[in-house]
């Protein structure tokens, strides 16, 4: 019975929750009026495309060894742990950053058009 009863609230709540996602807008609906004055408008965006690793997850990774491997040079005892993890973080960080730029300066770029609905 408990099953039951719980297969229905999540049943429920899955319905709800997409019942309450945005609405989204196409070409077709450019112009659009509503009656609280809102209207539909569109507009071409340009928007980078990485056809790979978008998460940058290899530069993640990569600099997260490399800080290891370096932060595990330094210190003894309890500061050679730290100072390890300390690398390890901080090569993350900079490896996601290397990477980022990387991809910014080489990512295709393509025209879009993008609509929303414009309130005034």
Do not use: W
């Not at 690398?87 to 393509?110: E, L, P």
């Amino acid at each position: 019975m408990k099953m039951t009863t719980h297969l229905l609230c999540i049943g429920a709540l899955m319905a709800a929750s997409s019942a309450a996602s945005a609405q989204s807008y196409g070409p077709s609906d450019e112009g659009r009026r509503f009656d609280d004055g809102s209207r539909v408008v569109c507009r071409n965006v340009e928007v980078q495309r990485n056809s790979k690793d978008s998460n940058r997850v290899a530069g993640t990774a990569t600099g997260a060894v490399v800080g290891g491997l370096l932060g595990n040079q330094v210190g003894g005892g309890k500061g050679k742990k730290l100072a390890t993890v300390a690398g390890a973080v901080a090569g993350g960080a900079a490896g996601r950053n290397i990477q980022g730029r990387h991809q910014q300066k080489t990512g295709d770029r393509v025209v879009e058009r993008r609509c929303e609905r414009e309130y005034k």
